[in-house]
């Protein structure tokens, strides 16, 4: 089965603490991409990815960091710099300009 | 002016309903457009692309005005399983997003 994959579905934070949330794809696309939805709200881009070893930051890259080792994977990691992390966070992942989305991961801080 | 605007809706329509939702973007040079469905609780689907030309996909019709700068997403005989939030998808040939998403607009087929 083709597609891409997220993991945790629901993962909890606390305080302080860093928190890394997996996204995989084998669907062989260059281009990954990270969105956090709020409430309401539309997709933000976080942080994407054109090529293995090269990341760009998005409009809300603050308090998030992102690696691209291998063309699969593109994890991102929330860091205790980020105040307001609760939200659904979705992974994408495009040839061209079509993006496709994996299952997405709620965040909840505790 | 924002990217891109939407009505939020809800649109509460009954079964079998001819309904239409339009989207403005404010970047004369955007080239690509898309449609997405997102269901609540889930990740957004692709719905379909928008040509020039303007196309067509059973049900649904997505059209798209250069001149006015809105695309519209037309969809005939509706069913329960359309309720939905439809996205807005347009991409930005500069800047730091290579595409911006609309808010969406609601839709509740109603039987």
């Known amino acids: ?110 | 002016r924002k990217e891109v605007e939407q009505d939020p809706g809800p649109f509460n329509v009954p079964e079998g309903a001819t309904v239409a939702f339009n989207c403005t973007y404010s970047n004369s040079a955007s080239q690509s457009f898309f449609w997405y469905r997102q269901d609540c609780r889930k990740e957004p689907k692709l719905l379909m692309s928008v040509y020039s030309s303007g196309n067509e996909d059973g049900r649904f019709t997505a059209q798209l005005n250069r001149a006015s700068q809105y695309i519209s997403l037309l969809i005939r005989d509706s069913k329960l399983s359309d309720s939905a939030t439809y996205l807005c998808v347009v991409n930005l040939p500069s800047g730091n997003t290579p595409l911006v998403f609309g808010k969406g607009t609601r839709l509740s087929v109603i039987a």
Request: glycine content about 8%.
């Open chain 1, 1 to 110: 089965d083709g597609g891409i994959t997220q993991s945790p579905k629901y993962l909890f934070r606390k305080e302080g603490q860093n928190v890394t949330l997996s996204c995989e794809q084998n669907l062989n696309h260059d281009a990954m991409y990270w969105y956090r939805q709020d409430p309401g709200q539309g997709l933000r881009l976080i942080y994407y990815s054109q090529i293995v070893n090269d990341f760009q930051k998005g409009d809300i890259a603050e308090g998030y960091s992102v690696s691209r080792e291998k063309k699969e994977s593109f994890p991102l990691t929330v860091t205790s710099a980020q105040k307001n992390p609760t939200a659904f966070y979705l992974c994408a992942s495009s040839m061209e300009e079509t993006q496709y989305f994996g299952p997405g991961t709620r965040l909840l801080v505790l």
